[in-house]
């Protein structure tokens, strides 16, 4: 005959009352997670809860938290169950990454940044024709006869601001190069290394204007140099706009690695400079002009700095 396997309800008649009274025991079922030791597998819910206070008829506690009452007792089990499932955790973890603190302060920076983009906002409800010349100088337009009107409105009101949103960009874009490389500087502080980085851009615009005007007045050929000079404010201006999406993303962003921004960043400047160097050829044979103050010029003013460019550029990107 096969035996009864099925679970059978127990019912508790009314003389086994005294039997619950007297032990005072009751066990609760709860669903949490179940921890797996070697030995054995149990978890919190387990454990007999005493409801009342009459310890007399008991059986001897098995451990400490069994001699607590209702909750406390639930809660020292739970508290050792987490405890023991924590350690059981660490044993099978390995050593990760010290992540060090970002070590830039960007927020002398923000004052900065909205200067230049107001100066943006500007610019752009003011009607002229900053922008058109910004995009002769990325399409290889505006090629004309007569350029001395383009060397006029770089110190008008319009050309200086954007100068300045430029100018703050490039050295802003400059200090974070030098911070993320690690370069060693006498000058502690972003702020001060900034403002070091500012004069430095001023005296290398300010240089270059005036020796492409000596240029120009040396090789009786003011108009071509003076619309070579539009065209070299233009790629501050450009670059200086780039520059600014580059901090942003640099200093308050972590979409793109650090790394990789200001390898862009570098491609994009030489991209610029090669334009530059486009455009001065293409102005040179419009205008018909000798041939050797075109490679005098470039092997003083734009194919020098451009050598040295890359030589320290590729070293630093090497180096991220």
Not at 106 to 120: E, F, K
Not at 242 to 260: C, D, K, M, T
Request: aromatic content about 12%.
């Amino acid at each position: 005959m096969q035996q009864d396997t099925v679970s059978r309800p127990y019912i508790i008649s009314r003389s086994d009352s005294s039997v619950i009274e007297n032990a005072g025991i009751l066990t609760s079922r709860q669903w949490l997670p179940e921890v797996k030791t070697p030995g054995k597998s149990f978890r919190p819910t387990d454990l007999t809860l005493y409801l009342i206070s009459d310890t007399s008829s008991r059986q001897p506690p098995l451990s400490v938290t069994d001699t607590e009452t209702f909750p406390f007792s639930f809660i020292t089990r739970t508290r050792e169950y987490r405890e023991k499932e924590y350690s059981a955790l660490k044993e099978y973890l390995k050593e990760g990454l010290l992540k060090e603190s970002p070590q830039l302060k960007a927020d002398w920076m923000i004052p900065l940044l909205m200067v230049s983009a107001m100066i943006y906002i500007i610019l752009s409800k003011i009607p002229g024709s900053l922008l058109s010349n910004l995009l002769n100088f990325l399409t290889f337009k505006g090629l004309r006869d007569k350029y001395q009107a383009d060397a006029e409105k770089i110190f008008r009101v319009q050309s200086t601001m954007i100068n300045l949103a430029s100018f703050i960009n490039i050295s802003l874009f400059m200090m974070l190069v030098i911070k993320e490389k690690g370069i060693a500087l006498p000058l502690t502080g972003g702020f001060l290394l900034w403002l070091a980085c500012f004069a430095l851009v001023i005296l290398v615009v300010t240089f270059k204007h005036i020796l492409t005007v000596l240029t120009g007045i040396v090789s009786e050929e003011n108009e071509l140099f003076s619309g070579y000079l539009s065209a070299i404010y233009s790629f501050y201006r450009i670059f200086g706009l780039l520059s600014f999406l580059f901090v942003i993303l640099l200093a308050y962003s972590r979409i793109f690695p650090a790394g990789f921004l200001i390898t862009t960043g570098f491609v994009f400047l030489i991209l610029l400079i090669l334009m530059r160097i486009t455009r001065l050829f293409l102005l040179f044979i419009r205008r018909r002009a000798s041939v050797l103050y075109l490679i005098l010029y470039l092997c003083a003013l734009e194919i020098l700095p451009v050598a040295v460019l890359l030589k320290y550029g590729t070293g630093l990107i090497s180096g991220l």
